[in-house]
């Protein structure tokens, strides 16, 4: 008993991909620098091209804590960080973290476990959407809300059990050599994809609401519009270049964008019956609104129906607008290319 508490758990690379996350990123590092883990850690920051002082902010931590390392990402793209964190990491865990996610303090150390634990490739939690503002409160409340997100544990939680995909991920690093890393062409769902395509090489992704990473949501209604339209659109892509990974939650949204605007023709050209759609649909979310908003200011309460419109109606559109030459360009590239292993940059 006592030689196996002399052990030391496998030492974790975390990796971060940021851009513009002068907001967030300190904090975000510093949560992953004070984990509660007994095994060597590394954290390496994935750089791409900021406007604001991110860059700054990630040299003043690289000076701070010899553990914290640089690598540059001039594409300013999600996968393509991914990849160069991996590629310039070194230990046998994966952690992925955002640059405005902070992780649980023991969330490294349960997440490892859980690995040993399952046998799975990747073990992910809940993201747990937390506002700083009456506006954030409201997307929070929605993005942890079924009527918001439907049946995504990794946003509403439920019982520890296998995934599709799980939200970030700590993954075995022989899982991600294995596929060659993220497709680089998938500029959103990345992680989607990369777990399916773990799954159909026999490899079991986890879900467990042991793990929890805050997550700060998009500052307002078009940097929220924007973002849902890209994961409706990307989520397209995936459902073209892998068949039958598609399920009826992807399709609800498109679908109400669809059954609202020809509500709103009807409505318009023949009867007013018509707008009886688009008003159930406002009268559901609003009814909706009320107890995912349990607890919440007066006016964080009011914007709810606001943020789950946002969310609805921009998935939606970009899923049914998503162009086929995405699907094309992403089959022309098949596969990423293998992972090597280099040395961090800084």
Not at 26 to 47: N, P, S
Not at 48 to 59: F, H, K, L, Q, Y
Not at 198 to 207: K, M, P, Q, Y
Request: aromatic residues 6%.
């Amino acid at each position: 008993m006592s030689e196996k508490s002399d052990v030391r758990p496998p030492a974790v690379s975390v990796i971060m991909p940021v851009l513009n996350e002068e907001r967030h990123l300190r904090g975000a590092v510093q949560a992953i620098l004070a984990q509660e883990y007994d095994g060597e850690m590394e954290v390496v920051i994935a750089i791409g091209p900021s406007s604001d002082r991110t860059d700054e902010i990630a040299a003043e931590l690289v000076r701070e804590d010899p553990r914290v390392h640089t690598v540059p990402n001039p594409t300013g793209r999600t996968p393509a960080a991914l990849n160069a964190a991996i590629k310039a990491s070194r230990h046998p865990v994966v952690v992925r973290v955002d640059g405005h996610g902070m992780l649980s303090p023991n969330y490294i150390a349960t997440a490892v476990r859980l690995l040993e634990e399952t046998g799975a490739q990747n073990v992910g939690g809940i993201m747990h959407a937390e506002g700083e503002n009456d506006w954030e409160h409201a997307v929070a409340a929605a993005m942890t809300s079924k009527i918001g997100v439907g049946n995504a544990a990794f946003h509403t939680g439920g019982e520890a059990s296998p995934a599709e995909t799980v939200y970030l991920g700590v993954f075995r690093r022989e899982a991600l050599e294995r596929q060659g890393g993220y497709n680089e062409e998938f500029i959103r769902a990345q992680d989607w994809e990369l777990n399916f395509r773990i799954r159909e090489a026999g490899g079991l992704i986890w879900f467990s609401p042991e793990l929890r990473v805050s997550y700060r949501p998009r500052p307002s209604v078009k940097a929220l519009a924007k973002q849902y339209k890209d994961y409706g659109r990307w989520r397209h892509v995936v459902a073209r270049y892998h068949e039958g990974s598609i399920n009826l939650r992807y399709l609800a949204p498109p679908t109400a964008v669809c059954a609202i605007a020809a509500g709103v023709v009807v409505g318009v050209a023949l009867t007013p019956w018509g707008f009886v759609i688009p008003g159930g649909y406002l009268a559901a979310i609003v009814a909706g609104s009320l107890p995912a908003g349990k607890g919440l200011p007066l006016k964080a309460r009011l914007q709810i129906p606001v943020a789950l419109a946002t969310m609805h109606m921009s998935w939606g559109f970009g899923f049914l607008t998503s162009p086929k030459a995405l699907a094309k360009k992403v089959i022309a590239s098949r596969r990423p290319a293998v992972l090597g292993s280099t040395e961090p940059a800084n």
